[in-house]
């Protein structure tokens, strides 16, 4: 089965990584670039996402499309990126996502 890992930063994790040292920031992204590794027989696709500044968001609940700069979302959790599994079911998905070294919410969602 197929499933989309989501990874989501909150406004929490964000300030921490912000605050990180170079060398702790440094092994912080060696242990994802681990994570993956480690996975790599599963991952068929991954991405990470710009921040989340850089969007664009085009908001279809009128009688016209309107599209803004920014996501202005409501919330205080960003999706970052995601990483696609392929896995015998939603357990192996779960085993997996648990280990991910980064954000602190991973959302599973299958795929087809």
Do not use: N, Q
Not at 32 to 48: C, L, M, P, S, Y
Not at 74 to 100: N, Q
């Amino acid at each position: 089965m197929k499933y989309v890992l989501m990874f989501v930063e909150t406004e929490e994790f964000a300030k921490e990584l912000e605050a990180m040292g170079e060398l702790e920031r440094e092994a912080a992204y060696e242990a994802v670039g681990r994570w993956f590794a480690e996975h790599a027989d599963k991952i068929t696709h991954h991405v990470h996402l710009h921040p989340v500044h850089t969007a664009t968001t085009v908001r279809l609940d009128g009688a016209e499309p309107v599209v803004t700069d920014g996501p202005f979302v409501e919330g205080k959790e960003v999706v970052s990126g995601f990483a696609e599994v392929e896995v015998a079911d939603l357990d192996e998905a779960l085993k997996v996502a648990r280990t991910w070294p980064a954000c602190p919410i991973v959302e599973i969602r299958p795929a087809s």
